[in-house]
Every structure is written in structure tokens, then in C-alpha cells.
């Protein structure tokens, strides 16, 4: 799936981005991992960065991971197609899907926070810790903040449990489900007063 022709200055970052070569992630990925989804899209999730399947196929949450974000976009109404779009913190994986170094956050950010300008989003999705400490507060706990609104430069934004995690730890489900509950009462709110989800 490849829309963000639709968007012609997403496109041009998105470009810059596969050429990028800023850090030394550039040597050891396969490929860099842009993101994708509704170029205009009203919801952005933000996860950490490319794992291994991502890294092979150029797109964000397409392993085990992505498959539970997916069925959970799906319970709410959500698709990747028409109203989500999902980014990383980070566009190329680091080795052995370690955490990004600082400065490796520090020269890929700037793409992050373009991509958030040209899309344009109302709510932003924080998928963990890392995309919560990169954007928000170096010092917030995932923990402590998942499931809460937050405004952030004029958006709403909510950190939520990263769906790893919560293949991890089962009993974390089901406040996931709760915080994805608001998400879509907020994005009737915001959005669409009409929104269909047959579960929410
Ligand atoms: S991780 Fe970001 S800054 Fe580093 S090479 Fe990839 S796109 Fe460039």
C-alpha cells in the first residue's frame, strides 16, 4: 500500500528519508521504514522503530506485533487505508532491536516531527515507552500516563501499552482495550460523530 502520493510533500520527505544515511543505522538495515497509512490521516500511532520483519518488508507493524495492532484497529473501526496512519520514532532498526541511542533519536526525530506537520493528525497514539519518553517527557512512565489524554502542540495525544507488550503480558489486554475505547470516543468526538465500530 503506498498513499502518500496523495500527500506530493509527504511523498518528497518520505524520499529524502529512504536515502537517508544521518546515522550508522544506514549501514546495517535492510530497508528504511518510512511509515504509511492515510497521508491526511486524523489518527497517528507512533511506535519505537523497525524490528526484524519490518526491516525486511520497508513497512511498520507487519509482525506479530502489528498483527494484534491491526486486529485492534479493525475492533474499532480503524484501518490502516482510510483514517490511521503508523510511524516510528525511529525509520531504520537498530541491530539486535536494541532501544535507539540518543543520537541516533536526535537525527531521526526531525522526520518524525515533519511527518506529524504534513499529516496533520487531531489524535496521536503513543505506542510505548519510547515514543512516549522521545516525544513527551524523557522521565514519564508508561506505566503511570497509558490511557490518559494529553495535549501536545494543539493535538491530543494518549500513550498507550505497545501491542509487544502486551503479547507479553496477556493481563495487560485488557486495559489496553480500555484506553482503545477512548480513542474512538475521542475520535467521534474530534472526527466523526458517527464512526462505526461494532465493539466500541
Ligand atoms: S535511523 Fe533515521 S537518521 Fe538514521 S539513517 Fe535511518 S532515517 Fe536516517
Request: hydrophobic share 40%; glycine share 8%; net charge positive.
Amino acid at each position: 500500500m503506498d498513499t502518500d502520493s496523495l500527500n506530493p510533500e509527504l511523498e518528497a520527505l518520505k524520499l529524502q528519508a529512504l536515502g537517508c544515511v544521518k546515522c550508522d543505522l544506514s549501514k546495517s538495515r535492510t530497508q528504511v521504514v518510512f511509515g504509511e497509512g492515510y497521508p491526511y490521516a486524523d489518527i497517528l500511532f507512533i511506535g519505537e522503530g523497525p524490528g526484524y520483519y519490518e526491516d525486511v518488508k520497508g513497512r511498520p507493524f507487519v509482525g506479530r506485533a502489528g498483527q494484534l495492532l491491526d486486529k485492534i484497529l479493525s475492533a474499532c473501526g480503524f484501518s490502516r487505508s482510510e483514517n490511521v496512519y503508523i510511524a516510528n520514532i525511529l525509520k531504520c532498526r537498530p541491530p539486535g532491536n536494541r532501544d535507539p541511542l540518543p543520537g541516533e533519536r536526535e537525527l531521526c526525530m526531525p522526520y518524525l516531527m515533519q511527518q506529524i506537520e504534513l499529516i496533520n493528525p487531531k489524535i496521536i497514539i503513543l505506542l510505548g515507552a519510547v515514543a512516549l519518553k522521545a516525544l513527551i517527557d524523557p522521565e514519564a512512565k508508561i506505566t503511570k500516563v497509558r490511557g490518559s489524554w494529553l495535549e501536545w502542540k494543539g493535538r491530543q495525544v494518549m500513550p498507550v501499552y505497545h501491542p509487544a507488550a502486551l503479547l507479553r503480558n496477556q493481563a495487560l489486554k485488557r486495559d489496553a482495550w480500555e484506553d482503545y475505547k477512548k480513542v474512538v470516543y475521542k475520535y467521534r468526538e474530534l472526527v466523526d460523530p458517527d464512526h462505526h465500530s461494532a465493539h466500541v
